[in-house]
């Protein structure tokens, strides 16, 4: 709808959306758990490689019911990225299930990332977390991000008003929701790449090509995604 003037990262993917969250962008761990359920059993079928949550919860540690369930996910070879959360700046501000020690978890950084020169978006969500895990693991782009409006029919009226509309169309958002997908796709092209690769030798990948963008890790992590090395396989 946009002539050309906007695209993802990977336009050409196929992407299995799973809703967990009503018309307010509220929900319960339940309706998440249920949906990573409808994933493992749907994996095979739908050819699912990737599973992007662009969702949090206070960080319960790892016995945490949403934790075990996306492990699971990434066990079944499905490689699982998360939002770091928006409660940054302070320590330990990562949420569940990003909080987990085995999936990539992404933090957001802004648009003068590209020359080092600017700090973590304020917001980004920082560890430790509550079990001592450093997080995020990288950072890709969150700030001012357009993506697809939603026409769905129960976005409620007082959360499509605060909304930065671009047309009818378009949104422009901000948070470390933004920056979780850019990741997904960029895996996603890895995959289309690499078919064989597991979710270690992914998240391998994304961490020797990081740029170091010389922050703390706790707030950084490897640095900020670099896709030409990261689509090489991380060299």
């Not at 928006?86 to 990332?113: E, L, Q, R, W, Y």
């Not at 997904?184 to 740029?211: D, E, I, Q």
Request: proline share 6%; with cysteine.
């Amino acid at each position: 709808m946009s002539g050309g003037l906007y695209a993802g990262v990977n336009p050409r993917a196929n992407i299995v959306s799973l809703k967990v969250l009503d018309g307010a962008g509220q929900g319960g761990s339940g309706d998440a758990l249920a949906g990573l359920q409808w994933v493992l059993d749907n994996a095979h079928r739908y050819n699912i490689r990737v599973a992007n949550l662009s969702i949090g919860t206070a960080d319960a540690g790892r016995e945490d019911p949403l934790m075990r369930m996306v492990e699971a996910v990434w066990d079944a070879g499905i490689v699982v990225v998360a939002a770091a959360g928006n409660a940054g700046p302070g320590p330990s501000t990562i949420t569940s299930p990003g909080a987990s020690a085995k999936i990539i978890t992404v933090g957001a950084a802004d648009d003068k990332h590209a020359t080092g020169n600017a700090p973590t978006a304020n917001y980004s969500g920082r560890g430790p977390t509550v079990d001592c895990i450093i997080k995020p693991n990288i950072l890709a782009a969150g700030c001012n991000v357009v993506s697809c409006l939603s026409n769905s029919v129960e976005l409620c009226p007082k959360r499509l008003s605060k909304l930065n509309r671009l047309g009818d169309y378009y949104v422009k958002m901000t948070g470390t929701s933004m920056a979780a997908p850019f990741v997904s796709g960029a895996v996603s092209l890895l995959l289309t790449r690499f078919r064989g690769l597991t979710p270690n030798h992914v998240k391998l990948a994304l961490k020797h090509s990081a740029a170091d963008i010389r922050l703390p890790p706790n707030r950084g992590g490897w640095g900020i995604i670099n896709m030409a090395k990261f689509l090489n396989g991380g060299m």
